[in-house]
Structure formats: C-alpha cells, structure tokens
C-alpha cells in the first residue's frame, strides 16, 4: 500500500514539476466543459502586504483571511499591476495593461466609463463560457458618458461591459456621488428630491467643509476631502439633494455583504444550471474608514484596523455561505487588495498615530501611490476547498492574468495578449507563474523579471508629503535583487551593468517604445 502511496505522489510531483507552460493533462481536463467552478473574486482597497496576519507580524487579528491562506496557495510575489484602484481594476477587468490607456488614473466620481464596451471583459469571456455575472461593492471605472444625470437610468456602467448584475459605488468611499447604484438606478432615489453631482463647483448656498466646518462630526479632513460633507464626514466633490438615497457609511459591509449573499442565493447552480462569477470589491480600508461600531475599537489602532477586521468577518461571512449551501468545493476563491497601504490618505483618523508596531506594508518598501514594491506587491491567495494543496508560492502572478488563466480553466480563448495563463501557478501545481510583469504608479513604469526589478530614473519627489510614503521617483535608475533585498534598499544599478543593460533592454522590449 505504501508503494503504491509514493507512486501517487511521485506521479503528482512530476506533473506539478513539467507543467510549465504547456497543456498537460490537467489542464487539457481543465479545457473540457465539465470544469466550469463558480468564481468569487474577494478585493480589498488598500490593504496592504503586512495587513493580513498570514503575510505579516500577527498585530492585526485577520482570522478569516489566514484560513484562506492555510487552505489555499498564499503567493509571495503577487501583483497588483497598479499602486492606485483605477488603473488596477481596469487590469483585474480587461486584462490589458492600464498604462496602455491614458485615461486609467484615479478617477473623479462623475468620470465617464473608462472600459471600452466592444472588448472582451473578464466577466464578458466567462459570460461566454456561460457564466451568470455579478458586482458588488467598489467600482471606481466610471459611468456613463461624461454628462451623467443619476437620477435616470444609467447607461455606460458595469452592466455594459459584462456583469449581468450590479450592486455598486460609483468611485470612492471619500467621492460624490455617496449613494448605491443598483443595476441602471440609484438607489432610494425620490422623485422630489433629485440628485446632482459636480467636481467642477459647488451648488449655491450647499454647505462645504470649508464654510461650515461644524458639519464634520464624525471625521475632519487632513489634506483634500474639503467639499461636500456628508455623514458628518468631508468628501470630495460637490453633491446636492437625493437625500433618502444617500449611504450610511457605518451600514456599508453589511450592505454590500448582504448584496453578494443575495447574488449567490439568486445564482446558485443549483437553481440556474450555470455557474457565476461574482467580483465582490469591498471598501475597506480606504479612506474614510468608518467600520459598523460593532468593530469599533476591536484592533486598537483605530478606524483603520478596526475596518480591516470588518473586512475579514465579510470574508468568513462569504465563506459561511458558501459552505452553508454547498458550494465551498465547487467555487475558486480568490483574494487580493486593488493596491498598498497608506496611512493618512487625508482624514485625520489616528491611523499613524494609533499603528503601533504594526507594519501595513510588512517588509516592503513604500506604499499606496509607490513604485517600490509596497505599492503593488499585495495579499494574493488562492482557494478551493478539494481542488487546491494548501501551499506558499513564490510564482510571480497578477491581477491582470486572471482573464487569461480563468480562460483556459473554462475553455474560452484569451482575449488579451497582456493577460497570461498562469492557471498552473494560481492552483498551486506549478512554482512558475509569468517570467516578467511592468508595474504602474500615477502613470509611471517599473519592470519586474525574475528576481529584479528595474525603476528607470524619473523626476519628481522622492516622497509623497501627504501621504508619507516613499514614491520610488529618483533622478538615478535603480536596479533591485528583490530575493537578496526585499526591501529595495541595495541600489545595484552600477555594481551590475550588465544586467542592469539587459534589464533595460527587456523593459523596453514589454513597453515598447
Ligand atoms: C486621492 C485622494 C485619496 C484617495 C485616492 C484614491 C486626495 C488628497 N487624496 O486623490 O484620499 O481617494 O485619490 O484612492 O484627494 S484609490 O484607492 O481609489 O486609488
Ligand atoms: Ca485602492
């Protein structure tokens, strides 16, 4: 018996170890149509790489989120391909490279929809592969045309370019509109009291922070977030009216838990015959963080960890459900954050002063907004209950393969050449994910191959005085061997010309000209 044990395990070993690239039996089982799992993609705003306890220093209880961890692949090198939300979520969604598109900046909340409708979108591909579609939580990709009236039926929005549903924010916790959007409606909107949206000026005689600072009762700004207060707490942009509409910032968990339980109770196999796709973007813990006062308190280091323990509890509530109605092994749960941590990202919340010995970004260099590695190196896991051995990988994956590995694991073609199929690596039965990968930060480029990571000299400030974070900017190149220096503190860029050159060379080569 036990020869027959270790031949079992040795025939798995080769297959892990042969799969590097090329259809092997698995996937080649995977491409057949009998393989079709519901897919929950889980991300966070802002959650850096030393925030989840199973990356970090267990300062911050994340119970739910190190479960996945210890069931699923946790990956070391995994990438977001942005250090701000609009650029990644535009990666996550299409699978093209954000910085092939100028206009994939943080976005205003009245910004018209940045994804182009005629491409094949994530969500579109598994559509095709018959998959039911669903958003919920943050969007931040823009809507409609750029002349949006929200209290008409929006046009241009998260159901034009592949989710049959959709249970969303417009942009940003911080940003106008502060109102849910389900479908093609504002919700709770009454006929007497429209709503309207500027970030061009305010509406006469609406109060702004800055002319009644008394209305901030709850949060005062630190730097922008001085215009429309709402919730007791300052926003940006101008908004007037559609009161009955307007969000509880302390209510938004559970709502948006709520709507993706809902989403899976209507879209149960079971019931539909067809699987479902639900990309669930919880707001936390971007700036304001305002978690349900029953998580007040809980972390000790203020709003900030006390919204990244809401945000675990949503996940092991999602993760309950899938149990509770027998989906756990017929769904492939992946989970990651849309960029680094940031501290004071413009609210005066305590969340420097309250931090501790807690480290957001972990080991990692910089942060939100950085082209060090804590800008876009984020929690990465991988989860299916059966399916996936339980593992730490170091394979270098992104967020902007998953349209390409999703692909083959449901037999569609890949619509996207930036996009790879790394299926192998994000099921834990190969170490090698892609070889190299260009990263993003306000629309400037670093590369990644192998080990090192290429930052091309660039103007502009060394740090981000806002937000205290260093940038990555310096007016030398730098050149890292993140193995040796995870940290990126040991230049090599001229104790290594060669392949400082060819670092160079490859860079060019993935960004064209
Ligand atoms: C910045 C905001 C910041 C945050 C960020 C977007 C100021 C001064 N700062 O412009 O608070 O909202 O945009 O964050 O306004 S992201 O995670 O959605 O990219
Ligand atoms: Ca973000």
Partial sequence: ILSILLIGILSFNQLACSNTGGKDAKSEKRAGASERPNILVVYLD?????????????TLPTPNIDALAKGGVRFTNGYATSATCTPSRYGL????????????????????LLIDTTIVTLPKML??????????????????????????????????????????????TDRTPTVYIENRRVVGLTADDPIQVSYKQNFPGEPTAISNPELMTKQTWSHGHNQSVHNGIP???????????LWQDEDMADVFLDKAKAFIDDNNPEKTGEPFFLYYALQQPHVPRVPHPRFVGKSGMGPRGDAIIEADWCLGEIMKKLEADGLAENT????????????DDGYNDDAETKIGNHKAAGPLRGGKYSLFEAGTKVPFITYWKGHIKPQVSDALVCQLDLLGSFAELVGQNNPSEDSKNTMAALMGESKEGRDQLVLEATGRLA??????????????????????IETGLAPETQLFDISKDPGQRNNLAKAQPDKLAAMKDAMQKAVGD
Avoid: C
């Fill in 127 to 172: 559509r095709n592969a018959g998959y039911r579609t669903g958003v919920v939580g943050k969007w931040h990709l823009g809507i409609g045309d750029g002349s949006v009236d929200w209290n008409e039926e929006l046009h241009g929005n998260p159901n034009d370019v592949g989710f049959d549903y959709s249970y969303i924010m417009a942009a940003t």
């Fill in 93 to 112: 969604l299409t699978g093209i490279y954000p910085w092939r598109n100028e206009k994939a900046r943080i976005l205003p909340g009245d910004a018209p």
């Fill in 46 to 58: 802002d959650l850096g790489y030393g925030d989840v306890s199973a990356y970090g220093q267990n």
């Fill in 235 to 245: 926003r940006i942009g101008y908004q007037k009216g559609g009161k009955s509409a």
């Fill in 332 to 343: 492939i749960v992946v989970f990651s954050s849309d960029n680094g941590p940031v501290l």
């Fill in 447 to 468: 590369f990644r191959q192998g080990n090192y990571i290429l930052i091309p000299a660039y103007k502009g400030n060394a740090v981000n005085k806002q937000v205290n």
